[in-house]
């Protein structure tokens, strides 16, 4: 069984900065691409930032030049540093992995828990 845990998630002023991290454990053979996506209430859940196994890197409009993913492979851990946070920001961020779990490589998608993030004076 392969879990995500989710952390670091809270409430920030406008301006202020967090920093997700997500931590896959469990039978995990090969990590392929690991992303962050963000919901709130009524719309659609969007991606974030993804990462690949390569560690190339994509990201939303609304948070280039703000938000930074990478991951430590030998953690098997996806961060998501935020900065210069705005209160369009707030949203449940939930962290996602594709996730082999034998030499098969048969690949399956895994999802976090998600983290409440609010930006707010």
């Known amino acids: 069984q392969v879990q995500l845990a989710e952390s670091g998630g809270g409430s920030v002023q406008p301006g202020g900065s967090l920093r997700l991290s997500c931590a896959a454990s469990?039978?995990?053979?090969?990590?392929?691409?690991m992303a962050w996506y963000r919901q709130t209430p009524g719309q659609q859940r969007e991606l974030v930032a993804r990462?690949?196994?390569?560690?190339?890197?994509r990201y939303a409009d609304s948070v280039k030049g703000r938000f930074t993913i990478s991951r430590d492979n030998a953690k098997n851990t996806s961060y998501l540093q935020m900065n210069s946070l705005k209160p369009e920001d707030t949203a449940v961020y939930s962290c996602?992995?594709?996730?082999?779990?034998?030499?098969?490589?048969?690949?399956?998608?895994?999802w976090g828990q998600g983290a409440q993030v609010t930006v707010s004076s």
């Open positions: 996602y992995a594709l996730i082999s779990i034998s030499a098969l490589e048969i690949q399956e998608n895994y």
């Open positions: 990462i690949g196994s390569d560690g190339s890197t």
């Open positions: 469990g039978r995990i053979f090969r990590i392929y691409n």
